[in-house]
């Protein structure tokens, strides 16, 4: 994999591992890489994949078991989208909207590329 220079690895990898979930690679209550298998593959440190994996663990996107490793959660893919919307509303759409203003760009203008670009 190939990180961005403009964000922490590990949250790429965060990121990476909601990627999987969403688009159905991870499937729930299924085992996911072990920090060691998913460091090797990424050819990251193990203690980046460690602080990823504990990021996982606080959102309860994974949890670990004794001697067996990590799991996905039976509802991680509904907290991935709160997670996401979350993300969209406090960060891009207040991005998106200072950029508007500073471009001049009303709702409405972004109403009508909206409808347009869904009917037609």
């Known amino acids: 994999m190939e990180f961005a220079n403009n964000r922490p690895i ?3 990898i965060v990121e990476y591992a909601f990627a999987r979930i969403l688009d159905g690679q991870w499937m729930p209550d299924s085992r996911v890489p072990s920090v060691r298998e998913l460091a090797t593959s990424m050819a990251v440190n193990s203690h980046t994949v460690l602080k990823a994996y504990d990021e996982l663990q606080r959102l309860g996107i994974i ?16 907290k991935i989208l709160e997670e996401e919307r979350r993300e969209f ?15 001049g760009i009303g709702v409405e203008d972004v109403v009508q590329c909206y409808l347009a670009r869904n009917n037609g």
């Not at 509303?89 to 471009?103: G, K, Q, Y």
Request: aromatic residues 14%; proline residues 6%.
């Open 89 to 103: 509303f406090d960060v891009t759409l207040r991005s998106l909207f200072d950029r508007m203003d500073s471009l």
């Open 10 to 12: 590990y949250r790429q």
């Open 63 to 78: 949890s670990p078991r004794r001697g067996m490793g990590f799991f996905l959660e039976p509802d991680a893919r509904r």
